[in-house]
């Protein structure tokens, strides 16, 4: 999966955040793995992925620090 802006996913509602966490997570328990067999090529992506949920947890859990409702919920 790409990196994506965090402004990009701002924007998008909390339904498709929720499935883009999913996704990434199952990605990075892959690259783990993978990483442990140590067959992983790409090794930067674990960090990568683990930013890019990062990311989507702090949008998501932005309104509650605030006070305020999940967009798009």
């Not at 499935?19 to 690259?31: A, I, M, S, V």
């Not at 992506?45 to 967009?71: D, F, K, S, Y």
């Amino acid at each position: 999966m790409a990196a994506v802006e965090p402004t990009t996913l701002s924007g998008l509602p909390a339904a498709e955040l929720h499935q883009k966490l999913r996704g990434l997570r199952e990605e990075l328990t892959l690259l783990r793995v993978k990483a442990k067999r140590g067959s992983v090529e790409q090794p930067h992506r674990i960090r990568q992925t683990r930013h890019q949920i990062a990311r989507i947890l702090t949008i998501l859990n932005a309104p509650a620090r605030h006070g305020g409702t999940v967009p798009n919920a």
